[in-house]
């Protein structure tokens, strides 16, 4: 009997899902795509903690886009996205880091906040933008005279799946001015080009939200 | 005159005493049995505001690693290169599901609840949002993590979050649960194996060690 595809709960619209989606896509791994609404009761059966994403693979079942992902880079270890090299290694987790704990969470509260009333809208974008900015400014400090293809050579990994999807974000809904950030500019102009990123693309995706009238 | 080969240097952490995050590092050195040089950065003064540190880490967070010619910020990538470059009393297992276990109860801590509770954030929902506003978004954010990661763990009999040896989650679930209890008045009767878990890490060597009031930073008692 054929082993079953992967499951993949995601939101068109998550930036941790659309980091899944870019890493199943890089390493070629099959996977069902199953669209996890707001308040989705039904979901909270399958994962208790409800979080978005989630992997189902066989009996194992894993939240967390960072979890996930490093899960795949042992399971299917085709197109590795963490060097050997231990410098490299922990510069890619960093950068991950510095997008999964210091920009994205800070970003969501925002935008909660706006939608919950306790925030204007212009004391929402200023939050995103003061910590998209730290973090953006950050990393370009951290690749200071890099002149590689991608953000830690020239193949694409784990820092660009985790830097590509909060560029998007940035550039489609916060507004962002790219150009202050050179290496992060060109950088998404070349992922926009690699097939995987694409078809990982919010826009992409089943469940993607209809394009305003 | 001709000296032998100098030994390696020791690693040197740079750290705030009250970090949470520079609090994981510490139980990690220590479990691993690392000698290193401490070096502290007072957040209150705005040293990690300081050129010189900047250049370790331009986030301006504790804590950075320096070791040998690796310069590395952010608790989570000091956490995984101490498990490569140190293998001893190795943090992660190698079974899949237990390992994937263990980094997605780091992320709960790591960037669901503390950065929610970082003072930047604090202080714009008290001037922003209003007076007050903040306390129950901290407990709001802890109550969140803790419920998640009670639900992830109860059902475990050993000693520690994933058994009964100390285990990666151990080592960012205990800082956090310290800070929960002693700043944040969380009530640890609603989690009840986090609470016997703080038990546990408040009597082990190599997290005591750890404890913030034990640093060289910390303010003297008396």
């Not at chain 1, 974008?125 to 003061?130: C, K, T």
Request: aromatic content about 10%; charged content about 20%; proline content about 7%.
């Amino acid at each position: 009997m054929a082993a079953m595809k992967p499951v993949l709960y995601s939101a068109a619209i998550s930036s941790c899902s659309y980091r899944v989606r870019i890493a199943l896509s890089l390493k070629g791994v099959e996977y069902e795509y199953r669209a996890v609404e707001w308040n989705d009761t039904d979901y909270e059966k399958i994962n208790p903690i409800k979080y978005v994403p989630a992997l189902q693979d066989g009996d194992i079942l894993v939240s967390d886009s960072l979890a996930i992902i490093l899960y795949l880079e042992d399971k299917y270890p085709q197109h590795l996205l963490l060097p050997q090299d231990l410098k490299r290694k922990a510069l890619n987790l960093q950068i991950a880091s510095i997008v999964c704990s210091s920009i994205q969470p800070l970003q969501c509260y925002a935008v909660i906040g706006l939608i919950k009333g306790k925030l204007g809208p212009d004391e929402s974008l200023q939050i995103v933008h003061h910590y998209i900015d730290k973090g953006f400014r950050a990393i370009e400090k951290l690749l200071e005279g890099c002149d590689s293809k991608f953000a830690t050579g020239d193949e694409v990994q784990l820092a660009d799946v985790f830097l590509a999807p909060q560029i998007h974000a940035g550039v489609t809904r916060f507004d962002i001015d790219m150009s202050k950030y050179p290496h992060l500019e060109r950088f998404y102009k070349a992922y926009m080009e690699i097939p995987a990123f694409q078809a990982a693309r919010p826009e992409n995706q089943p469940d993607a939200p209809s394009p305003p009238q | 005159m001709a000296s032998a080969e100098a030994p390696a240097a020791r690693p040197i952490l740079y750290s705030y005493w009250r970090s949470s995050c520079s609090h994981r590092v510490r139980i990690a050195l220590n479990l691993k049995g690392i000698d290193y040089e401490y070096r502290a950065v007072n957040l209150l003064k705005g040293e990690q505001s300081d050129p010189e540190f900047m250049k370790l880490n331009p986030m301006k967070f504790v804590p950075a690693l320096v070791d040998g010619d690796a310069v590395i910020g952010d608790s989570y990538a000091i956490a995984l290169y101490l498990e490569d470059k140190y293998p001893q009393r190795p943090l992660l297992p190698q079974d899949l599901k237990k390992k994937a276990l263990n980094i997605q109860i780091a992320s709960i801590v790591c960037s669901g609840i503390q950065p929610l509770h970082n003072l930047t954030l604090v202080r714009f929902i008290e001037q922003k949002v209003g007076t007050g506003e903040s306390i129950p978004w901290v407990q709001q954010q802890i109550d969140r993590g803790f419920t998640a990661v009670e639900n992830m763990i109860k059902g475990c009999a050993g000693k520690f979050a994933m058994g009964d040896e100390v285990q990666l989650a151990d080592v960012f679930l205990a800082p956090q649960i310290f800070a929960a209890v002693t700043r944040y008045q969380t009530d640890m009767s609603n989690y009840p194996t986090l609470a016997r878990l703080h038990g546990q890490y408040m009597t082990h060597p190599a997290f005591e060690a750890a404890l913030p009031d034990r640093q060289p930073d910390a303010p003297s008692s008396g």
